[in-house]
């Protein structure tokens, strides 16, 4: 295989200085003759040369690279925010290295090690990890992080969030307001501080109207192998939605209205539901969370939740970019506010 062409290279075959060479491949001010920079560059694409952008890195400490770390490219919701991200990143110059976590903490710090060994400088990331010391370790060796969509307690760097609690709370008390007084909750299990602060939204405005809330009430996704069932993070949050809805409908009478902890759960339940015979919304509503693309396009349309989703990786990405830029100096918080979208899931008693 042939070794890769060097600055060197072209200053021999020239029999020019490689300093001279350097100058006008990485675009510098430092005057030199255009006829000699037309010919430098004729050359360098004559022996197929192609810079070292992590040798320049070293050289200058400044990077053009930014890495992002999200528990599942598969999910809808990441793919809007790191679409977000990248019109961010490539507004400012600056290119995405993208690593899938699979919900996975031990996956999730070894794509954290290989991005500051590859002389990464600033990440974004989703955390499903409840650790964070390596973390912390590289934020004091110069790693800009910004967390984004999961808390992360004790975390000194830029988070934005979202209003999960209040999100929870405009969801149920959306349901009660339509009638609904037995309302089941299915998530996936109560692992990451989001699914936490849904339900206990739900939970608390379901005590406020004085509503019951009984343990055939709360499905909640094994998490593991058991039973035959296979873990949410295998099978994927929409099939994950369709075993939840088969474990609630095993049992009679079936509640008035459903709420899940994310718009793929919903798609599954709605098709559970429609497999079994159970029309929605006439027999049992359905309200999501996230506003997902897919939300609008269904049958039912789903009502649901909205979270900026988009909105939340171009802040993520500028925030970090500041950061990076020495434009800001003291860490952060934003917290992202939800709300309702009524669609034709939800009916009114």
Known sequence: MQKPTTIYDI???????????????????????AELAKR?????????????????QLKTNKTSTIGVIIPSITNPFYSAVVSGI???????????LLCNSQQSPELEMSHLTTLFEKQVKGVILSSVSDGNEELK??????LKVVSIDQTIDDFSAFQINFDYRK???????Y??????????????????????QIYQGFLETMEEHGLPVGEDRLIVSRGKQEDGELASQTIGEFENGKRLAERLLRKKPWPTAIFTCNDMTAFGVLNELMTQ????????????????????IVSPALTTIEQPKYEMGRMACRMLMEWMDNEVNQPGELILQPRLVERNSVRRL
């Open 40 to 56: 430098i560059r004729e050359t360098a694409r004559e022996m197929n040369y192609h810079p070292n952008s992590i040798g320049r």
């Open 86 to 96: 990248e019109e961010v990143a490539s507004e400012k110059g600056y290119h995405v």
């Open 277 to 296: 015979g159970v029309r929605s919304p006439e027999d049992i509503s359905v309200i999501g969370f996230d506003n997902l693309d897919f939300a609008g």
């Open 167 to 173: 999100g929870g709370r405009i969801g149920t008390r």
């Open 175 to 196: 349901l009660i307001d339509q009638g609904h007084r037995d309302i089941a909750y299915l998530t996936a299990p109560l692992s990451l501080p989001s699914r936490k």
């Open 11 to 33: 200053a021999k075959r020239m029999n020019i200085s490689a300093a001279t060479v350097s100058r006008v491949l990485s675009n510098s001010k430092y005057p030199v003759r």
């Open 137 to 142: 370790s590289y934020m004091k060796s110069g």
